[in-house]
């Protein structure tokens, strides 16, 4: 009698644990459909009034007389990510060729910890950083060398800090990538007579190439959404940049920045989520591509 | 042979290079530590971490950031608590029940990247949105529900990378010696990956305290400890960005010393995390 009783216990306890599973499983699974449905229905007034084309490319950012323009805040997005992703792409491909194939352990026993921790430092700190060492030295150093007097917060400090902040992010990536590549096909190539440069040139680089583009594409999304370490130090000027040493506004930092007064001025509050669903969507995409093109070159290894 | 002289000169010059990129990134991280501590540990003091903003604290007076810490660690303690919560049962539920269908399993896992990859300002908006349709103000509660959305694809993933790792044969033997499959998944699996489980929770804890982005919008700011989960909350990254940009000094000082609270709290959790994954690697089972 009582070992049937802890029977249907222990069975009801696990019907209970299982349909637990699936409803977190559900309420996970359904967060993009949520993300994707509220921000619409927020930024559906706002597109309902005007076309999302003016909305996209018109220059105006007037939200007391009704214009959102987008296009500065655009620009200056794609500004600071290719730039950083200009300066961390070569970085990163040379350290994760460098840490997989010539480094020694000792070297792996010390990077592996200055990975993970640049990877954990929060946004915020690299903000306080840009604004301690690498605006001043921009304003002090570089902007007079270039013959420009310039306050420093521009679009380049804001690269400088969002390509040391991606880097962590984009190196992990490779070095799994160079793992997973066979050792098979190196000692073939070795074996044949090719040195050690060539192998890497011609088999590791080539064989890995789709798998570092989307390696690059996934910090390229990554630097697009990062908010307040760029905020901090880009200057936030809402005028379309021309140069590296100009401040500029991207699509995160206007969101960010104008939440306080967002609800007092009408369709404010609808333009900023139409920045954010922007945002989700192009970030959505890229990342999907990326990962794709990761999976599908993993399953022909 | 001049070519292989240049072949010779151009691996050289690569190797080079190879060395000169992972000392810059070596460099940057000391640099960011070491300038972070140049300018703030001057400035932390026992009252800036033992009490709330006095009158005037904003013009450079008296008081500290006590309501930043606390905040921060109710925050993050509870986004954690709740992803765990959810997020445990999920990464059990992909390795033990779903074994067998690795197709649904690497969907799953693919839609958790894609989670991962959303920036933490679209969680903010949402969450700002979510906020207005319910009519909820400010609060802690709104800030541990964006933060949790936030982190829980982190903490999934991680668990699912060491969960991954149990043999096939142990769930096998388990569920043939009779246990039931949340049995299994709380008492072997959960057992056997403790270490790497508590690495998974340290690293989403560490995202969710340093995290500024997706709070902006729903805790709000207050110089009070909260002491309900309705009311508004101070946390550190928003005390660092708000200080910093007063023009007093003094005011400034004080969000380089919080600075280094941060950085803190994020060395301890990452020694920490450390520590039980080698653990991890230690106790694993390999065939």
């Known amino acids: 009698m009582k070992f049937r009783r802890i029977q249907i216990g222990r069975h009801l306890r696990d019907k209970i644990h299982g349909s637990w599973m699936v409803i977190s499983l559900a309420l996970v699974m359904t967060t993009p459909v949520f993300l994707l449905v509220g921000l619409s229905v927020k ?29 500065p805040f655009i620009i200056s997005s794609v500004w600071v990510t290719v730039v950083a992703l200009l300066i961390s792409a070569p970085i990163c491909l040379l350290t994760s060729i460098h840490l997989t194939q010539y480094a020694k352990k000792w070297v792996l026993k010390i990077m592996h910890p200055i990975i993970d921790i640049l990877a954990g430092i929060p946004s915020v700190i690299y903000g306080v950083w840009g604004i301690l060492v690498v605006v001043p030295f921009i304003s002090n150093y570089l902007g007079p060398f270039m013959g420009k007097s310039v306050s420093g917060y521009s679009i380049l400090a804001g690269a400088i800090v969002l390509s040391i902040m991606i880097i962590p992010f984009i190196l992990n990536i490779l070095i799994e990538i160079f793992r997973n590549i066979p050792t098979e096909l190196s000692e073939a190539s070795l074996s044949l007579g090719a040195s050690k440069w060539q192998t890497i040139k011609f088999v590791l680089v080539r064989r890995a190439m789709p798998g570092i583009i989307s390696a690059l594409g996934l910090g390229m999304s990554r630097a697009f959404g990062e908010t307040i370490a760029v905020l901090m130090v880009v ?39 139409l920045a954010a669903l922007i945002l989700f969507v192009v970030v959505m995409l890229f990342n999907f591509a990326s990962r794709l093109v990761i999976i599908e070159s993993e399953k022909h290894a | 042979m001049p070519e292989m002289n240049l072949k010779k000169i151009e691996e050289g010059l690569f190797r080079v290079l190879m060395f000169c990129s992972t000392v810059i990134i070596a460099t940057a991280l000391f640099l960011i530590i070491f300038s972070i501590l140049y300018k703030g540990l001057p400035s932390v003091s026992w009252e800036m971490l033992t009490s709330t903003p006095k009158g005037g604290f904003y013009f450079g007076k008296g008081g500290g ?15 954690t608590i709740l992803a765990l919560i959810i997020g445990l049962p999920l990464a059990l539920y992909m390795n033990v029940h779903l074994i067998k269908h690795q197709k649904l399993v690497n969907g799953i896992r693919f839609m958790l990247d894609l989670l991962w990859g959303v920036p933490s300002i679209v969680y903010g908006a949402f969450g700002f949105t979510i906020m207005i349709f319910f009519g909820i103000r400010a609060s802690l509660l709104a800030g541990i529900f964006t933060v949790t959305l936030f982190i829980i694809p982190i903490m999934v993933r991680s668990m699912d990378e060491v969960l991954k790792s149990v043999p096939r044969g142990l769930l096998e033997s388990s569920l043939s010696l009779g246990s039931t499959k949340a049995e299994t998944s709380y008492r072997v699996y959960v057992k056997q990956c403790i270490p790497g489980v508590i690495t998974a929770v340290l690293l989403s804890f560490g995202r969710a305290i340093g995290d500024a982005a997706s709070i902006l919008f729903t805790t709000g700011y207050t110089d009070y400890i909260p002491t309900a989960l309705n009311q508004p909350t101070a946390t550190l990254p928003l005390a660092i960005f708000f200080q910093l940009s007063s023009p007093i000094v003094e005011v400034q000082n004080r969000a380089y010393a919080s600075a280094v609270v941060l950085v803190t709290i994020i060395l301890i959790i990452s020694i920490l995390a450390r520590v039980f994954s080698a653990k991890f690697h230690k106790n694993k089972i390999n065939f």
């Open chain 1, 235 to 273: 200057g936030n000027v809402t005028k379309i940049p021309t140069g590296l040493f100009q401040p500029g506004y991207p699509l995160p930092a206007l969101i960010a920045n104008n939440y306080g007064e967002m609800l007092s001025i009408p369709l404010y509050d609808s333009a900023l989520m």
């Open chain 2, 65 to 79: 950031v006590l309501n930043a810490i606390i905040g921060s660690l109710y925050l993050s303690l509870g986004a």
């Open chain 1, 43 to 71: 930024s559906w007034l706002l597109l309902e009034e005007n076309s999302i084309f003016t909305l996209l490319f018109s220059k105006e950012w007037k939200p007391l007389s009704g214009q959102f323009g987008f296009y």
